[in-house]
């Protein structure tokens, strides 16, 4: 008998993932050192912001476990993940004679870490590199990449990645206008990424809630899109279903190592393969995320919380949106209604972790501003990997957000 949302089963499908090491675990920063060494690294620098670089509960542990394979820390990055920040962290990356990186704290630390890496082996001056990057929106890739080891504090998922986002504003005194873009190379994976529940407890309660919400709907889109595979299937139902019922008890009992385990493992387990050379599984839900903080001041978690009901419902007005297998994954396959039932699940964990669920309680657009968003949600890249047959045009993502206002 198939299972749930098996309408896939027996298609044919390509899946080329290479993930680097992973490590689970409480306490599992301990063995930073262990694991430079088993791939031969010798002097790692820590790419972080300054919150995370001034944390005694988050550094103390950092440094014990990398001991003397610590080069140095460079403590600078920011969320609008800066071009100007990057070159700032491979100029200390050179001055520290380190051979990788150990981009420590959530997706921004990451990306610029990942910048970081790009600028390392290409030997770019901040010139040139400015110059490229205001040209193309990219930076190519030169010669070997300096190797990652991502250590998340944060639960947006954007560890087990071959892209980054990076952005250059004129304050910096490298271009004349505002230039966004990213990178994206299968060299980009980071070779091991440890997920230490106890180190992710140290972060704030309102800073995770936000990423739980950014990391659980990765989960929820790669069931759906449109390029999900068996194995995709697989790893992001059963971390759906970790997370759903991780983050509800989050929720409830508050943030400590014990009730992160599940929502970490799930974390895990939801970004397994979405991430893929030349493609990713990240779909409607992101698209709108993107439109919602593109010069706007909300967080993308929050814009995730509002929007991620309202955008299932109208998906699954129009499409199937295998239903069935997300019901299944979020424990609610013996419902009347499957889509219903999935919608309620999401907004169930929004509800449980104390996030907004309107439009007007965020500092996102206001109405009159919906049609302009609507443009940058539709030219969005992640609206193609939408379910098969869905047509998204402006007018359906102006309904779902005055819906959702």
Sequence with gaps: MPVPGSDRVGAPFRFDYDPGVLRYGAGCVADLADELERQGFERALVVCGSTVGSTPAVMDPIRDGLGDRLAGVFAETTPEKRLSTALDARDAYREHDADALVALGGGSSLDVAKAVSVLAAGGHDREAAAREFAETGTLAVEGALVPIVAVPTTLAGADLSVVAGLNAHPEAGLVNETVSGGLSDRGLMPRAVCYDPALVATTPRDVLVGSAMNGFDKGVETLYAANATPVTDATAARGLGLMADGLRELGRDGVDADALEPVLEGLLLVQYGISRPGETTLSV?????????????????????????????????????????????????DADDPADAVVEAVADVRDALGLPDSLADVAGPEPSEFPAVAETVVGDSFVANAPPDLDLTTEDVVAVLRAAY
Excluded at 289 to 316: E, I, N
């Design 285 to 333: 839900i992101h698209a709108f995320g993107h439109g919602l903080t593109d010069g706007y001041a909300v967080q993308q978690g929050a814009a995730h919380a509002v929007v991620a009901p309202h955008v299932l419902r109208y998906l699954f007005e129009e499409v199937d949106g295998r239903r069935d297998l997300l019901a299944d994954a979020l424990g609610v396959a």
